[in-house]
């Protein structure tokens, strides 16, 4: 079984830390992806990562950075912590079998609350 | 830009009666992926069921089983014999094929709706 393990379930930082959320898989999957969901909005793409060293902005990356400088790991960072970015965090992996037949499942970690004060 | 709309903020059901769960997309796409995901309470988010969308069949997976109508944009998710660890949130999510696309193209993004809780009530 895929196994994706994110750093810390809960985490409580204050206005101005920087953050670090890490995410690890087990797969060997090309692809990782960084969500936030917050109740009403769904999963919204922060940013995501086809390769090491290589990452595309998602819908909602302004506040957030990532690091991926090993396969297996896929890291968020909050360069400046703030209150609106209180949230669940979830990391996703994939692989891509081919791209012309592609249809990966997203296997996800256990997400990681985090609460900005 | 392609978008998913669950309707049903909350649904509730009887232990052991059928549930269905709507949601609606939007797209210009003809070939795509549609996917329902579950998410238990405090619990990782896991795959539930997978519709490719030039296929007619229905998909089914035990008592899951789904309702794709490509004209319509309707991707429903029913329910058979609810049980109590069928409560969860429940989310719609859209992918466009990759089939003549780079990878570098947007349209690898899950589109997510924002979610169904159902309650199963004992």
């Known amino acids: 079984d895929v196994k994706v393990t994110q750093s810390s379930r809960y985490l409580v930082k204050r206005t101005g830390e920087k953050v670090f959320l890490e995410c690890v898989q087990d797969?060997?999957?090309?692809?990782m992806f960084w969500y936030r969901q917050d109740p009403g909005l769904g999963l919204r793409l922060i940013y995501f990562?086809?390769?090491?060293?290589?990452?595309e902005k998602g819908d909602i990356p302004e506040g957030y950075s990532v690091s991926r400088e090993k396969k297996e790991r896929f890291s968020l960072i909050l360069e400046s912590a703030s209150t609106n970015q209180t949230s669940m965090y979830l990391c996703?992996?994939?692989?891509?079998?081919?791209?012309?037949?592609?249809?990966?499942?997203?296997?996800f970690g256990p997400g990681t609350r985090l609460t900005v004060l | 830009a392609q978008t998913v709309t669950q309707s049903q903020p909350e649904m509730s059901v009887q232990e052991a009666e059928t549930v269905t769960l709507s949601c609606t997309y939007d797209?210009?796409?003809?070939?795509?992926?549609l996917f329902w995901y579950k998410q238990p309470p405090s619990r990782q988010m896991i795959l539930v069921i997978r519709?490719?969308?030039?296929k007619q069949q229905n998909a089914t997976e035990n008592r899951f089983s789904v309702n794709f109508q490509k004209a319509a944009k309707s991707f429903s998710l029913k329910i058979s014999d609810s049980q109590l660890g069928d409560a969860a949130m429940y989310f719609c999510?859209?992918?466009?094929?990759?089939?003549?696309?780079?990878?570098?193209?947007?349209?690898?993004?899950?589109?997510w709706g924002a979610g169904t809780k159902l309650i199963i009530k004992p």
């Open positions: 999510a859209y992918r466009s094929s990759v089939r003549a696309l780079v990878w570098l193209n947007s349209n690898y993004q899950l589109i």
């Open positions: 990562s086809y390769d090491v060293k290589m990452k």
């Open positions: 519709q490719e969308a030039y």
């Open positions: 797209t210009s796409e003809s070939d795509y992926y």
């Open positions: 996703a992996s994939g692989a891509t079998h081919n791209i012309a037949q592609s249809t990966d499942t997203q296997y």
């Open positions: 797969m060997d999957h090309e692809n």
